[in-house]
């Protein structure tokens, strides 16, 4: 998820530079979206995952 939010900021730079606004903002707004959903999966996955290991002896 963290490699579709990089390549649509990379496609929102490149419309940028080359004048399509109206691309270039959609662009950043979904890989904003999929950045943030990124962010929560891997936080849940760190609780999650030090709970199912449970504590150590």
């Known amino acids: ?5 990089l390549v649509f900021f990379v496609v929102a730079i490149v419309a940028g530079l080359f004048g399509f606004g109206g691309i270039a903002s959609a662009s950043v707004g979904i890989a904003q979206i999929l950045f943030f959903i990124f962010v929560v999966l891997f936080i849940l996955s760190l609780i999650f995952g030090v709970r199912r290991r449970g504590p150590r002896v």
């Open 1 to 5: 998820m963290l490699y579709w939010a």
